[in-house]
């Protein structure tokens, strides 16, 4: 499957590589990005930053034959999300909660401790870390979760933190 990861020059971004293995990845990101690749990954400039955010990313994947879509920026997260069905129609997974749960799982970095660990969700079902307790499959499947997500360890009942970058 290819795989269009945004926030492509983040270190945030680089971690979660390891969760997609066997898969095409693109990363991309705005403004100028590093020429090179590697066999885990290329990389790709998004032009720079505008309004028209979520249009710009259907056209790349489209141009690009992405199969599914993964937005790390905080300020992509809002427009993408009420744009999902638009992908959709073109078969692009968007890896994002619903524009209804959006509210319950996005908070602003501050708040979050980025040394969290994290899991990546796909409808509903855990597909990283593949070992993982009962409980992080049942929260999946209880929020219908998609995306990647913080997963505070200090909590007795897990819950889920959007994974974003600045």
């Known amino acids: 499957m290819k795989i269009l990861i945004t926030g492509g020059k983040s270190a945030g971004t680089l971690k979660l590589l390891k969760a997609f293995e066997g898969h095409e990845i ?5 403004g100028e990005t590093p020429s090179f690749g590697s066999a885990a990954y290329t990389f790709l400039s998004l032009g720079e930053e505008n309004d028209a955010i ?3 990313l259907l056209n790349t994947c489209l141009d690009h034959g992405v199969e599914c879509l993964l937005p790390l920026h905080e300020f992509e997260v809002s427009q993408v999300s009420k744009s999902a069905v638009l992908f959709e129609e073109f078969n692009i997974t968007v890896l994002l909660p619903s524009l209804i749960d959006l509210p319950k799982f996005f908070y602003p970095l501050q708040d979050v401790d980025p040394k969290s660990p994290w899991a990546i969700f ?3 079902e855990l597909k990283f870390p593949v070992e993982a307790t009962a409980a992080l499959h049942a ?3 209880e929020h219908e979760l998609n995306g990647v997500f913080y997963i505070p360890e200090q909590l007795e009942q897990p819950t889920a933190i959007l994974f974003t970058i600045k």
Do not use: E, R
Request: a positive charge; zero cysteines; charged letters at 20%.
């Open 139 to 141: 929260l999946g499947k």
């Open 26 to 30: 693109i990363l991309a990101d705005y």
């Open 54 to 56: 979520a249009h710009n």
């Open 122 to 124: 796909v409808k509903g």
